[in-house]
């Protein structure tokens, strides 16, 4: 895809104003349910033979069009939006692994996601093996069991900005007939789209980056479509269906039969969404919509923005190092992956104390001291006592993550008063 390309999908895939009466905003249907009409429309409907709404659980006009726009813009064949970016993870682990199995995933991943992780799939009896250094390539084919079903990687670390090696960590999957799914959060289908490096399914906070103004918890699962489900090794996709069915014969069909490539974004859809319940409402799935029309422009700005204040912080004296990787200048995996930049955020050590970073926390002006990235406002905060507070200490230590790390997540202010406000804050905390 070029990028004039996304460009334009951004602001017009997946919708068609001519059905619904040339509106320029794609409408908002908030609405619980939809009119059969004719008992006819309803059987066509129910039974999946005509395209058509009846009740939003299972679907609504105004998520349908973020879910055609994130798969038009990812390259992939189908989308699934869902009320929060841990739903979305938790929804893809359960449809992977369902009824039991291992995944593989490195310990530098969101908070949130290594709580679960560690501590609530083991319970559904789906177990995880973790490793620390998420390229270390010969840990992982080592790692993978006979029934290890997928590996789960984060596309930039939080916070450390560590860029994966989704290439070669898809190869090691597919030669083990297992999928790669990455959270890409952090870049964005602007800056990164895994698909063209073989990724299976990336899945999204669409909270950060992809809405960009902090105002909605929302998560999408995407469904590149070229996974092989029908390895032998998944057979919730290839098991005769009974929701899939045709009353009429009696004739029942697998999720693959049915949606083929999109088996996997699919049985989100008709098992997780419909069945577990956690959607995302049309009025949130308006406000990424809106959100998303602006990515490139934002994603640029903050990118600059963000550039200009690692080489600030890098020549700070009351700073003892600064986690960007788009400023290693010699860095191959951010020259392959992420040329346009890696992101937003950022993170760096104060050559001082906690308290020290405590004072600075308190005299920020302009930053907001908030547990979120991805927002058009910067954002400034703590990790070990805050966002990273869920992850042991032992893993927090092997990431470099101590109390004087403080990760800022760039807006779109001017980049000379978000360097003014730091260095302010830091003069209080050295004075
Ligand atoms: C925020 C975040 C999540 C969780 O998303 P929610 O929308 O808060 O549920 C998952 N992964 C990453 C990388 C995140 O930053």
Same mark, same amino acid.
């Given at each position: 895809?070029?990028?004039?390309?996304?460009?334009?999908?951004?602001?017009?895939?997946?919708?068609?104003?001519?059905?619904?009466?040339?509106?320029?905003?794609?409408?908002?249907?908030?609405?619980?349910?939809?009119?059969?009409?004719?008992?006819?429309?309803?059987?066509?409907?129910?039974?999946?033979?005509?395209?058509?709404?009846?009740?939003?659980?299972?679907?609504?006009?105004?998520?349908?069009?973020?879910?055609?726009?994130?798969?038009?813009?990812?390259?992939?064949?189908?989308?699934?939006?869902?009320?929060?970016?841990?739903?979305?993870?938790?929804?893809?682990?359960?449809?992977?692994?369902?009824?039991?199995?291992?995944?593989?995933?490195?310990?530098?991943?969101?908070?949130?996601?290594?709580?679960?992780?560690?501590?609530?799939?083991?319970?559904?009896?789906?177990?995880?093996?973790?490793?620390?250094?998420?390229?270390?390539?010969?840990?992982?084919?080592?790692?993978?069991?006979?029934?290890?079903?997928?590996?789960?990687?984060?596309?930039?670390?939080?916070?450390?900005?560590?860029?994966?090696?989704?290439?070669?960590?898809?190869?090691?999957?597919?030669?083990?007939?297992?999928?790669?799914?990455?959270?890409?959060?952090?870049?964005?289908?602007?800056?990164?789209?895994?698909?063209?490096?073989?990724?299976?399914?990336?899945?999204?906070?669409?909270?950060?980056?992809?809405?960009?103004?902090?105002?909605?918890?929302?998560?999408?699962?995407?469904?590149?479509?070229?996974?092989?489900?029908?390895?032998?090794?998944?057979?919730?996709?290839?098991?005769?269906?009974?929701?899939?069915?045709?009353?009429?014969?009696?004739?029942?069909?697998?999720?693959?039969?049915?949606?083929?490539?999109?088996?996997?974004?699919?049985?989100?859809?008709?098992?997780?969404?419909?069945?577990?319940?956690?959607?995302?409402?049309?009025?949130?799935?308006?406000?990424?919509?809106?959100? &998303?029309?602006?990515?490139?422009? /934002? +994603?640029?700005?903050?990118?600059?923005? #963000? !550039?200009?204040?690692?080489?600030? @912080?890098? *020549?700070?004296?009351?700073?003892?190092?600064?986690?960007?990787?788009?400023?290693?200048?010699?860095?191959?995996?951010?020259?392959?992956?992420?040329?346009?930049?890696?992101?937003?955020?950022?993170?760096?050590?104060?050559?001082?104390?906690?308290?020290?970073?405590?004072?600075?926390?308190?005299?920020?002006?302009?930053?907001?001291?908030?547990?979120?990235?991805?927002?058009?406002?910067?954002?400034?905060?703590?990790?070990?006592?805050?966002?990273?507070?869920?992850?042991?200490?032992?893993?927090?230590?092997?990431?470099? &993550?101590?109390?004087?790390?403080? /990760? +800022?997540?760039?807006?779109?202010?001017? #980049? !000379?008063?978000?360097?003014?406000? @730091?260095? *302010?804050?830091?003069?209080?905390?050295?004075?």
């Amino acid at each position: 895809m070029t990028e004039e390309d996304f460009d334009t999908k951004r602001l017009h895939a997946g919708y068609r104003p001519e059905d619904h009466q040339y509106a320029s905003s794609v409408p908002i249907y908030e609405s619980a349910a939809f009119g059969f009409g004719t008992e006819a429309r309803a059987e066509g409907i129910i039974g999946g033979t005509i395209s058509g709404y009846s009740y939003t659980r299972n679907g609504n006009p105004t998520t349908k069009v973020l879910e055609d726009r994130i798969a038009a813009l990812e390259g992939g064949v189908d989308a699934v939006a869902v009320g929060s970016g841990m739903a979305a993870i938790t929804y893809t682990i359960l449809n992977v692994a369902e009824g039991g199995g291992r995944i593989l995933a490195p310990t530098n991943i969101y908070g949130a996601s290594l709580d679960e992780f560690r501590t609530l799939f083991p319970k559904f009896n789906i177990n995880f093996d973790f490793y620390d250094d998420v390229n270390d390539l010969e840990t992982v084919k080592a790692a993978i069991k006979p029934d290890t079903k997928a590996i789960y990687v984060e596309s930039v670390a939080n916070p450390s900005t560590e860029v994966t090696d989704i290439e070669a960590l898809a190869e090691i999957a597919h030669a083990h007939q297992i999928p790669l799914i990455v959270d890409n959060t952090f870049p964005t289908p602007y800056l990164l789209r895994p698909f063209e490096f073989g990724a299976d399914i990336v899945v999204y906070s669409s909270t950060k980056g992809i809405n960009g103004h902090g105002n909605v918890i929302s998560g999408l699962v995407v469904d590149h479509g070229q996974f092989d489900w029908t390895n032998g090794k998944f057979p919730q996709f290839t098991e005769p269906e009974f929701t899939l069915g045709d009353e009429a014969t009696g004739q029942q069909a697998s999720f693959v039969e049915k949606f083929g490539a999109s088996a996997f974004a699919a049985r989100i859809q008709v098992k997780y969404v419909r069945l577990f319940g956690g959607l995302l409402s049309p009025f949130d799935a308006y406000l990424v919509l809106l959100g &998303l029309e602006t990515i490139s422009e /934002r +994603l640029t700005k903050e990118v600059a923005n #963000a !550039t200009a204040v690692a080489k600030y @912080l890098s *020549q700070n004296p009351h700073v003892k190092r600064v986690y960007y990787s788009g400023i290693e200048s010699a860095n191959p995996l951010v020259t392959k992956y992420l040329p346009k930049g890696i992101g937003a955020i950022l993170a760096f050590e104060l050559d001082g104390t906690a308290e020290q970073v405590a004072t600075l926390l308190d005299h920020v002006k302009v930053f907001s001291y908030l547990p979120n990235v991805g927002d058009a406002k910067s954002l400034i905060v703590n990790p070990t006592k805050t966002t990273h507070r869920e992850i042991p200490a032992a893993i927090r230590a092997k990431h470099a &993550l101590n109390d004087r790390v403080i /990760r +800022l997540s760039l807006g779109l202010e001017s #980049a !000379t008063d978000l360097i003014h406000d @730091l260095e *302010q804050a830091i003069n209080q905390a050295f004075h």
